[in-house]
């Protein structure tokens, strides 16, 4: 079905493509042309690693740092009191004002950037944590605590277990976001990486580049997804697909 | 507050509850448990029996060292292991039926050794599988299972047969007892079910309703391999008229 709606997909493009003929709408071949010869030629996969790599960091900063504090608040209601008019704000603050106060504050570095993406990621992850760690089951914790499971034996088969599925929330819906902010922070103020490159072609109006860019950063968005994300939730929820 | 302190390991266990309150919903201060005082001997099944909602689960989480905001004192043996059968199964979703008993079982406990009990308690073809792939009286007994695993020097039941068809609570009542002999163990197991009481308890325990407290402890002498449906029958028409209050209702 998924092959199916994406040939669907590049049928109608390259129907619009061909009725437009026009220099804003190439079609898919010639994308396809651009993409090739830029990976073998030119700097697109270098581009991209670059990409990929301030998405990684990111990411695993913002997950670390989100679920800490979004276990601890779901656990302690002073904490969650004290931090939630806080995490409101960060929640609703715009990704492009943390964007440039942190170049502004920290400079023009890798640092900054990557700290300005995870600082918009946090929130998301603190609140679907938070949820997570309201919901630990009680009943689970008393059988944990009669057996005198050690601590490392209870984060192991009991607590992390009951979480799984809030890191996946949190995972999923934190890489989308950091997908789109991290272009952002790139276009703004790294002289690399798919959204300097965005920003670039469209300063010389070049639309093949543009689409070229992105059919690339979608495919290793769409491959990550299917090869890792996926597979991985199949295999940590295998005990739920049972039928009763 | 409350001082537990150890026994030897063969001595027997007493518990005593000066004080234990909760505070309810509405925020005032309502006592569970008052002045109750209990010995079990050990190797013995002791059955607390009393009205639903009058302290029992309470005790008994007391006596699991789950709950320390009581007055009172709990001797029990030092380093006692501790099987626990909860309502519920409490079973853990994410890991099959083998390994939710592997996680709490004795380290001396072979995987032969589980073999022999998942087989004694019938539920040996289920070891790979999920619990949530169970019935609940199977997950009640891959529970008890467990419990017996740990090789406890102490074993709570807590309303372990309850909500269950009363063909399978009385083919697990008996499964219990199967195991419960062929592996000695001082057991307290909480019911409000009169004739699953008599029919396990070497010393049964009648509750009052709360604040509880100990109405009186009724040995039965009669080895529970003996005790047939007439012999509860018979223990029961008696305690009938011993203690009305508590049987009663039954």
């Given amino acids: 079905m998924s092959v199916i709606s994406v040939a669907g997909f590049l049928l109608v493009w390259l129907i619009a493509a061909e009725v437009a003929q026009s220099r804003v709408l190439p079609g898919p071949a010639e994308v396809l042309r651009y993409v090739v010869d830029e990976a073998l030629h030119g700097d697109l996969l270098a581009e991209l690693g670059i990409t990929l790599w301030r998405v990684v960091a990111s990411f695993v900063v913002a997950m670390a740092i989100g679920s800490v504090i979004g276990l601890a608040m779901g656990q302690s209601p002073a904490l969650d009191r004290a931090l939630d008019p806080w995490l409101i704000v960060l929640l609703n603050l715009p990704a492009l004002v943390i964007i440039i106060l942190a170049y502004v504050w920290f400079g023009l570095n890798e640092a900054a950037a990557i700290g300005a993406v995870a600082l918009n990621k946090i929130p998301n992850a603190i609140v679907t944590l938070r949820e997570g760690a309201r919901a630990l089951d009680p009943g689970l914790d008393e059988m944990a605590r009669a057996y005198r499971l050690s601590p490392w034996s209870k984060l192991r088969n009991v607590t992390l277990p009951q979480l799984q599925p809030y890191f996946a929330a949190a995972s999923r819906s934190g890489i989308s976001l950091i997908w789109k902010i991290v272009l952002v922070v790139e276009l703004l103020g790294r002289p690399n990486g798919v959204g300097f490159e965005l920003h670039l072609n469209f300063q010389l109006f070049n639309v093949t580049a543009i689409l070229g860019y992105t059919v690339a950063f979608v495919t290793v968005m769409l491959a990550i997804e299917y090869l890792l994300v996926q597979p991985l939730e199949r295999r940590t929820t295998r005990w739920r697909n049972k039928p009763v | 507050m409350n001082d537990v302190r150890p026994a030897g390991a063969t001595s027997q266990f007493e ?3 000066l004080e234990k309150t909760y505070v309810g919903s509405d925020g005032t201060l309502v006592p569970a448990i008052r002045d109750l005082v209990l010995e079990v001997q050990p190797q013995s099944m002791t059955v607390l029996m009393g009205p639903s909602g009058c302290g029992k689960t309470t005790l008994l989480r007391i006596v699991a060292g789950l709950d320390d905001r009581f007055t009172g004192e709990l001797r029990v043996p030092e380093n006692a292991r501790i099987g626990v059968v909860f309502q519920e199964p409490r079973l853990l979703p994410w890991r099959t039926v083998r390994q939710n008993i592997e996680l709490v079982a004795d380290e001396y406990f072979s995987s032969a050794d589980l073999d022999r009990l998942a087989a004694s308690v019938g539920i040996a073809d289920m070891l790979p599988r999920f619990p949530q792939e169970l019935s609940l009286g199977l997950a009640r007994r891959v529970a008890l299972a467990r419990a017996f695993a740990t090789r406890p020097d102490l074993l709570l039941l807590d309303e372990p ?16 007892l199967e195991v419960w002999s062929s592996q000695p163990t001082t057991a307290i197991l909480v019911t ?7 029919l396990l308890a070497d010393q049964l ?6 604040p509880t407290h100990v109405v009186a402890a009724v040995p039965i002498e009669i080895p529970q391999g003996d005790r047939d449906s007439a012999a509860v029958e018979a223990i029961y028409a008696d305690l009938l008229t011993r203690y009305p209050a508590n049987f009663a209702t039954g």
């Fill in chain 2, 15 to 17: 518990i005593h509850v």
């Fill in chain 2, 161 to 176: 047969f309850v909500s269950l068809d009363e063909r399978t609570a009385d083919r697990l009542r008996h499964l219990l």
């Fill in chain 2, 192 to 198: 409000h079910n009169p004739r699953e009481a008599i």
């Fill in chain 2, 205 to 210: 325990v009648l509750l009052a309703p709360r």
